[in-house]
């Protein structure tokens, strides 16, 4: 199922007014908000609207009540369906837009998730950054943890990497515009949810160092280096270890230079030693 940019209207839905009527949570706990107030959905209804949420456009009857109710016959799936459409429409009316073969969340429902596409394509079109796309930022990461349904397990990592790359991103450009402070915030953040993204490691490393904190980017470096051999069997990335070049050869050269032994350690050219 495709991941939204914005939601979608449907035959019979009207036009957002001044403010969205309602809004809907699909990042972190499920929630639907009207005029700023929890609506009390039931339960059994959550799955409808996390569907249309998630799917950011309008959708067949016969293709949503597959979609929630698969292991049922057809005829039972609709009519499962048609029970949830009834009592969500007496607790929440006017959340969603429906045709005679359509259903979809309202053209003035507000999601989001389709809030947070958005965001990333501005921030991939080079859109100037404000204060309101970074308070876009400050939503969870993860789509309906505690749901398991399967129009949600396909898109969860979706959606975790979709979050992942337009914070990382917008910490870039802050670095590169010489905000280091919200910079290093945003890129420690992104590391507390992907805990060996590299490339969030490496703007981390270049905010240390751009703020002339050296040690902290060392410090930085070893542990995640230790991290990654030890966990991974692997290195940090060439990139990374560029980055930090100057300052790990200077540091191998020091423990050199004070190491014991060191008039030993000589180069052997024609039986002499060079040291």
Partial sequence: MAIPVRPSPVVGSRR??????????????????????????????????????????????HR???????????????????????RLRKVAPGLLGSSSDLLGLDAGVRVDLADLTSL?????????????MLQGLQVDADLLPDFDDDFVDENRELVRQLWLRTVEAVAQRLLDGGAVGPALRLALVVVSQAPMRETAHELILRAHLAEGNTSEALRHYRALSNTLW??????????????????????????????????????????KGIP
């Fill in 16 to 61: 957002p007014r001044a403010g969205p009527l309602y809004e809907v949570k699909v990042l972190g706990d499920f929630e639907v908000t009207r005029r700023g107030t929890v609506v009390a959905l039931p339960e059994s209804t959550w799955r409808l609207v996390a569907l249309l949420a998630i799917s950011g456009q309008a959708l067949r009857r």
């Fill in 64 to 86: 949503v009540a597959l979609t929630l109710w698969p292991d049922v016959d057809d005829e039972r799936a609709q009519g499962n369906l048609r029970s949830c459409l009834w």
């Fill in 120 to 132: 990333s394509t501005r921030v991939e079109a080079g859109d100037p950054l404000d204060a309101a």
């Fill in 230 to 271: 030890a966990e991974l069997g692997i290195r940090p990335s060439g990139r990374m270890r560029a980055t930090m070049a100057p300052w790990t050869h200077a540091e191998e050269r020091a423990e050199y230079s004070a190491s014991p032994g060191r008039s030993t350690r000589c180069l052997n050219v024609k039986g």
